[in-house]
């Protein structure tokens, strides 16, 4: 692919994501991003806590969300649950996520958008397991009861949930396009909860750019209909 014809694609596919984001960012610098650098601060406490001699069970009591665990309590652990890190997996990785991807969100969707659809993408996830392992592994949709044991995703569910929406609201339907098949590949190829999960978090998120879409349109025929000329009287 030519450089030219590869620039005009990269326009096209992020030029209003870029344009969304660069003017706050340039004008607030990291003002614009109150909510994004307190998640990435709490991960981090969250990581360090959870890696210490007295703190794993703490973190765990207050964020570990497991399907065997009563309904009530995984629903209160839910919410920091997003900003508990995966043990066996660089955390690095999630504070880096955690920073593009929720800052972009906070300035593009604002701050309490943001959090709703993190949190949707995430709930997705956790009562998807739940589902699942209800099922059984012998449905096509299933999981075996040992993933009851298993602690949810984290902040990644949020990650991809937001980076789906962000790409359908902007118009990079490439990019979000390569997020769903990519977590496609990782069920594919590793069967785990967390794959699974991601796509349970990606289909509540599509729910939700449906649903965008439909309140989009109906606003536009609205507007429309308020603004047309009224008809000619005969």
Same mark, same amino acid.
């Given at each position: 692919?030519?450089?030219?014809?590869?620039?005009?694609?990269?326009?096209?596919?992020?030029?209003?994501?870029?344009?969304?984001?660069?003017?706050?960012?340039?004008?607030?610098?990291?003002?614009?991003?109150?909510?994004?650098?307190?998640?990435?601060?709490?991960?981090?406490?969250?990581?360090?806590?959870?890696?210490?001699?007295?703190?794993?069970?703490?973190?765990?009591?207050?964020?570990?969300?497991?399907?065997?665990?009563?309904?009530?309590?995984?629903?209160?652990?839910?919410?920091?649950?997003?900003?508990?890190?995966?043990?066996?997996?660089?955390?690095?990785?999630?504070?880096?996520?955690?920073?593009?991807?929720?800052?972009?969100?906070?300035?593009?969707?604002?701050?309490?958008? +943001?959090?709703?659809? %993190?949190? $949707?993408?995430? =709930? !997705?996830?956790? /009562?998807?397991? #739940?589902? @699942?392992?209800?099922?059984?592994?012998?449905?096509?949709?299933?999981?075996?009861?040992?993933?009851?044991?298993?602690?949810? +995703?984290?902040?990644? %569910?949020? $990650?991809?949930? =937001? !980076?789906?929406? /962000?790409?359908? #609201?902007? @118009?990079?339907?490439?990019?979000?396009?390569?997020?769903?098949?990519?977590?496609?590949?990782?069920?594919?190829?590793?069967?785990?909860?967390?794959?699974?999960?991601?796509?349970?978090?990606?289909?509540?998120?599509?729910?939700?750019?449906?649903?965008?879409?439909?309140?989009?349109?109906?606003?536009?025929?609205?507007?429309?209909?308020?603004?047309?000329?009224?008809?000619?009287?005969?």
């Amino acid at each position: 692919m030519r450089a030219d014809t590869l620039g005009r694609w990269a326009r096209a596919e992020w030029g209003a994501l870029y344009l969304a984001v660069r003017g706050p960012l340039v004008e607030r610098r990291w003002r614009a991003l109150p909510m994004t650098l307190g998640a990435v601060c709490l991960t981090g406490v969250t990581q360090i806590v959870q890696n210490s001699s007295w703190g794993h069970q703490v973190v765990q009591n207050l964020g570990g969300v497991r399907g065997e665990d009563p309904l009530w309590l995984a629903l209160l652990r839910t919410p920091l649950s997003l900003f508990v890190p995966a043990l066996d997996l660089p955390v690095w990785g999630a504070l880096a996520q955690i920073l593009i991807v929720f800052g972009i969100a906070e300035i593009c969707l604002g701050r309490w958008r +943001t959090l709703v659809i %993190a949190y $949707v993408a995430t =709930l !997705a996830g956790t /009562l998807y397991a #739940r589902v @699942g392992i209800a099922l059984g592994p012998d449905h096509p949709i299933g999981l075996p009861a040992s993933d009851a044991h298993v602690v949810d +995703t984290g902040p990644s %569910a949020a $990650v991809v949930g =937001l !980076a789906v929406f /962000l790409g359908w #609201r902007y @118009g990079a339907y490439v990019t979000a396009g390569a997020v769903i098949v990519a977590m496609a590949v990782e069920v594919a190829l590793m069967e785990n909860l967390a794959g699974k999960e991601h796509l349970a978090a990606i289909a509540a998120v599509l729910v939700l750019c449906a649903v965008a879409a439909v309140r989009q349109r109906r606003s536009r025929a609205r507007a429309g209909s308020a603004s047309g000329a009224p008809p000619i009287q005969s």
